[in-house]
């Protein structure tokens, strides 16, 4: 990730995307051995289901200002894959973990944006206020450059080992 936007990030990009969808096939194979209906879902594989709202909802992180899912272990370095089954599981809900309130003050994903296309401003999307990339901007430029993730580098979630000490530190300041 710390040589994207390049040929070499973009390699690294989709060979963890093709370990991620035969990580989901397998579970799913497993599940099925086990007696229970389980589609695993190949990454970017389909437009009906959309990873980031259902990760959310799992309990795996929030949205950030980028746009990426940021995740309080592993920030935004992080692929999502979906695995589909009738298994009974323990549901998880959403979680704060703080990504809004570090997201308002910090412009570090907006600042380096080659195309700017990150807004440091929550919009209204589709009937709920959230973070906005205009991925009209975006797109064009992540095509040229084979990938950017340029924002993810940047942001402070995403250093190693700095998210669980800084939503502890947020969560303790809204606390107060």
């Not at 592993?74 to 309130?101: A, C, H, K």
């Amino acid at each position: 990730m710390l040589t994207a936007p390049s040929v070499k990030a973009s390699k690294e990009v989709q060979r963890v995307y093709a370990l991620c969808s035969r990580l989901s096939v397998d579970m799913s194979r497993y599940i099925r051995s086990l007696g229970w209906p389980a589609l695993g879902l190949p990454v970017n594989s389909s437009s009906e289901v959309i990873h980031i709202p259902l990760a959310i909802n799992a309990g795996i992180g929030q949205l950030g200002k980028h746009g990426s899912l940021i995740c309080k272990e592993y920030g935004s370095n992080f692929r999502l894959t979906t695995m589909l089954t009738d298994l009974p599981l323990e549901v998880d809900q959403p979680e704060d973990i703080g990504v809004d309130d570090v997201c308002l003050k910090c412009r570090a994903c907006s600042n380096v944006c080659p195309p700017q296309a990150i807004s440091d401003k929550k919009q209204w999307v589709r009937g709920t206020e959230k973070w906005y990339v205009d991925f009209d901007r975006c797109a064009p430029y992540f095509a040229d450059t084979y990938g950017c993730s340029i924002c993810v580098e940047a942001c402070p979630w995403s250093v190693p080992g700095r998210g669980p000490k800084l939503s502890e530190r947020v969560l303790s300041r809204r606390a107060q």
